[in-house]
């Protein structure tokens, strides 16, 4: 029989990562999301400049060597990270967070301060979608999903797990059925953005 060797060609890789959050800024932190009184699609969420609060900094200085880590993994040169954007999120039984990107951004990424105790679904996971559009021509009847053949990947809301993905990378959470704390950024990054004398780099 001759031999086949997959090659796995262009992916898309969601980082996980698990942070411990000092008590007392985390009680403060999910006070804060809490008493937020702005809504968008029913949900709570807070302003977006919330690394900027003192009981946020642990988390935000943590936050960019996450990314740093991020960004050696896929060896791309950089001179600093800029967080564009941080906020709280608060989604309530029966609520969900529907199906979107983080434009004009390149890294961004979600941390759950209260979510599934190990065992419960009760929360909803987060969904990301296949960017490929082609991959939904044609799907066969699936004998068991795995990696080569899912066009949406889902990970459970766990207290203290994070995860870290492109800003264009499609993702909602459908309707959840306990309450959902997180955290959500955006990073860009300050550098040189293609190669020299193509008429497509750029210096940010």
């Known amino acids: 029989m001759v031999d086949v060797k997959g090659h796995v060609c262009f992916p898309t890789i969601v980082f996980e990562f698990k942070l411990d959050i000092p008590v007392h800024d985390r009680i403060q932190m999910i006070s804060y999301v809490k008493n937020s009184e702005i809504k968008i699609s029913g949900m709570k969420q807070t302003e977006d400049d919330i690394d900027k609060i003192s009981y946020f900094k642990y988390f935000k200085n943590n936050i960019i060597e996450l990314n740093k880590v991020v960004l050696e993994e896929c060896k791309y040169e950089y001179e600093d990270i800029i967080i564009t954007n941080m906020w709280g999120n608060l989604l309530s039984p029966g609520q969900n967070h529907p199906p979107h990107t983080h434009s004009n951004n390149f890294l961004s990424g979600v941390f759950y301060l209260q979510g599934n105790a190990e065992g419960d679904k ?65 990073i860009i990054i300050k550098g040189h953005y293609g190669e020299p004398n193509t008429l497509q780099n750029a210096y940010i």
């Open 122 to 186: 009760t929360a909803s996971e987060i969904h990301f979608f296949d960017p490929r559009p082609q991959s939904t021509v044609l799907i066969p009847r699936r004998k068991e999903n795995i990696h080569g053949n899912s066009n949406i990947v889902a990970f459970q809301p766990r207290e203290n797990i994070g995860y870290i993905f492109p800003s264009w990378l499609m993702h909602w959470v459908p309707p959840t059925g306990s309450e959902r704390i997180s955290l959500s950024w955006n």
